[in-house]
């Protein structure tokens, strides 16, 4: 489960980083609200951190940190687009629940004694 919730988190954190891109890109890098897409940017490096820590099994709490600001955002996400919901919050909502679930779970394999 431990793998499941980093690699489950990498591509959340890949998705969000290309999502930000290409909307810099198509918007000219005059968005809207530059904060924002730089803010969206630093969770997607944050998720792919927490990733790559879940799957060497190290800093269970950064792993923890990032699989609850992937609920965080989620939530977010979804009040912003309450009135239509497409495919793509329908995903985003299952890959940002599942890492939380399963590092939570699985905490026992962090604090496993190296001897």
Same mark, same amino acid.
Request: aromatic share 14%; net charge neutral; hydrophobic share 55%.
């Given at each position: /489960?431990?793998? $499941?919730?980093?690699?489950?988190? /990498?591509?959340?954190?890949? *998705? #969000? *980083?290309?999502?930000?891109?290409? @909307? #810099? ?18 969770? !997607? $490096?944050?998720?792919?951190? !927490? !990733?790559?820590?879940? *799957? &060497?099994?190290?800093?269970? !709490? ?5 699989? #609850?600001?992937?609920?965080?955002? /989620?939530? %977010?996400? *979804?009040?912003?687009?309450?009135? +239509? =919901?497409?495919? @793509?919050?329908?995903?985003? +909502?299952?890959? $940002?629940? =599942?890492?939380?679930?399963?590092? +939570? #779970?699985? &905490? %026992?394999?962090?604090?496993?004694? &190296?001897?």
């Amino acid at each position: /489960m431990r793998q $499941a919730a980093g690699i489950t988190l /990498m591509i959340l954190g890949a *998705l #969000l *980083l290309v999502g930000c891109v290409v @909307l #810099l890109i198509d918007y000219s890098i005059n968005v809207h609200d530059p904060v924002f897409d730089i803010s969206f940017m630093i969770c !997607g $490096a944050f998720f792919i951190t !927490g !990733g790559v820590f879940c *799957l &060497k099994k190290k800093y269970w !709490g950064l792993c923890l940190a990032s699989a #609850l600001v992937a609920i965080f955002i /989620m939530i %977010s996400w *979804l009040i912003d687009s309450y009135t +239509s =919901l497409t495919w @793509l919050d329908w995903i985003y +909502s299952i890959l $940002a629940t =599942l890492p939380i679930i399963f590092v +939570s #779970l699985r &905490k %026992s394999e962090w604090s496993e004694s &190296k001897a």
